[in-house]
């Protein structure tokens, strides 16, 4: 008997969208009604390539910005092994931030073009389903002040925005706008309903290779 594959769910957005609000009540939801759920992050900090990555971010060292994109890439292949056994033992997979995110932060950057950008990550895992938490710049900095993390400026932020719209036109990905701007509980309910059906549809079709 073959069980059931899990469903791989990416939740994007900009800063402060809600991401990683959601990405935990969605596994804690799923996981209470019997569905199996584990969430991941991306970049995973937690490797060798994350802790450069992770050094990088709070400015504790610098990297040329070619050499960042790959690593943030890398940070993903690495964890590929992974995904695709858990996946396959029927565990669905609920990811806060991944290869979209990689590419609007680089393209944000002058001299990146979208194509270039999206390269390294060409035949990842596909999502199922990715969400996109829109919420617009001034209800995100309502949220409170950035960090001091590199990236964390408004006006940096709104360039990424802008490139994860045009990321948005690619019908090969099964994009589903999710106005953020609601209260945790209503954002939710919209996110589980989403995923719900995505994991019941998984069971006909095989995982697909992003952007090929
Ligand atoms: N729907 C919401 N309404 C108001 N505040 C929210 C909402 N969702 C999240 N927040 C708050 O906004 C901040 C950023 O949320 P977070 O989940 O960390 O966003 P992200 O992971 O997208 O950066 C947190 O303080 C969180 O409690
Ligand atoms: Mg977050």
Not at 4 to 16: Q, T
Not at 80 to 85: A, D, F, H, L
Not at 113 to 129: I, N, R, Y
Request: net charge neutral.
């Amino acid at each position: 008997m073959t069980c059931r594959r899990g469903a791989l769910i990416v939740l994007e957005g900009v800063d402060k969208a809600g991401k990683t609000t959601q990405c935990k009540k969605l596994v804690q939801a799923l996981q209470e009604s019997g569905r199996p759920a584990e969430m991941m992050r991306f970049p995973d900090r937690t490797t060798k390539i994350g802790h450069l990555i992770s050094s990088y971010l709070e400015r504790k060292s610098n990297l040329e910005d070619h050499t960042v994109h790959l690593l943030f890439s890398a940070n993903r292949w690495e964890l590929v092994p992974e995904m695709k056994e858990k996946l396959e033992q029927g565990i669905s997979l609920v990811v806060d931030r991944y290869a979209f995110s990689g590419v609007a932060f680089t393209s944000a950057k002058p001299g990146f073009s979208l194509d270039w950008c999206k390269g390294p990550d060409v035949g990842l895992p596909k999502p199922d389903l990715v969400m996109f938490l829109k919420l617009n710049p001034a209800e995100a900095e309502g949220r409170g002040e950035f960090g001091t993390e590199r990236y964390e400026t408004t006006v940096f932020q709104r360039t990424v925005q802008s490139r994860f719209e045009q990321l948005m036109k690619d019908p090969s990905v099964n994009w589903q706008v999710i106005d953020a701007a609601r209260c945790i509980d209503d954002v939710h309910t919209d996110i589980k309903e989403h995923t719900v059906n995505a994991i019941n549809k998984v069971e006909e079709q095989p995982l697909g290779d992003l952007w090929k």
